[in-house]
């Protein structure tokens, strides 16, 4: 498979992997030279504005999330830079506002993490008309409320009243549900 996947890339193999998780980024760096993709990694925004600025890439993935900053501000650089550029932003707090903003910032593609190499691969290359498959095993429901309950819960410093007034519930009803494990 990925001969067949290097055949597709084209002359410029170039890859960007924007992300602050390390084993992460190790870990699909390794896969995607696999593939056939020549890359540069990035911890932060600044490292991946740096490498964006000074070596355009063909291909990026741009985590959402950095701890010095927000991905998409590397994905405006890239598209400023080289408007041609293929990009995935990723992400572990999957919501549908960031998937639009991403998109609408000039990302080719959204996911969620975790996601593996394949469906990386496969966003990179998929052509502007064809819609991607749909995943093998989506988030349940109670999932994806609690990934919403916590990304809130982060964005409000971990403030449990602020977090149930924003999220229009009652402060103990979200105590419950925050001291309980994360569903599957």
């Known amino acids: 498979m ?3 996947l290097v055949f597709e890339l084209g002359a410029d193999r ?3 992997l924007v992300d602050d998780d390390e084993p992460f980024l190790k870990r699909l760096a390794k896969a995607m030279e696999k593939r056939g993709f020549v890359l ?20 990026a993935v741009v ?7 927000n991905g998409l501000d590397v994905v405006e650089v890239l598209r400023e830079r080289r408007p041609d550029c293929r990009i995935v932003v990723l992400t572990g707090y ?20 975790p996601a ?3 469906e990386v691969t496969h966003a990179l290359l998929a052509k502007g008309e064809s819609l991607p498959p749909p995943p093998e095993n989506p988030m349940s429901a109670d999932r994806v409320r609690w ?7 982060e964005m409000c410093d971990r ?9 229009n519930m009652h402060r103990r009803t979200l105590q419950r549900i925050l001291a309980k494990r994360s569903p599957r």
């Open 147 to 153: 990934e919403h309950i916590q990304r809130i819960y």
């Open 14 to 16: 170039s890859l960007l």
């Open 159 to 167: 403030n449990v009243s602020e977090t149930a007034r924003r999220l």
């Open 2 to 4: 990925a001969e067949d």
């Open 63 to 69: 985590d959402l999330r950095l701890e010095d900053g």
């Open 116 to 118: 593996d190499a394949n």
């Open 40 to 59: 540069e990694t990035a911890q932060s925004v600044a490292e991946g504005k740096a490498i964006a600025q000074a070596r355009p890439p063909a291909y």
């Open 94 to 113: 999957g919501a549908i506002a960031t998937a639009v903003a991403a998109v609408k910032i000039g990302a080719t593609d959204y996911l969620s993490k």
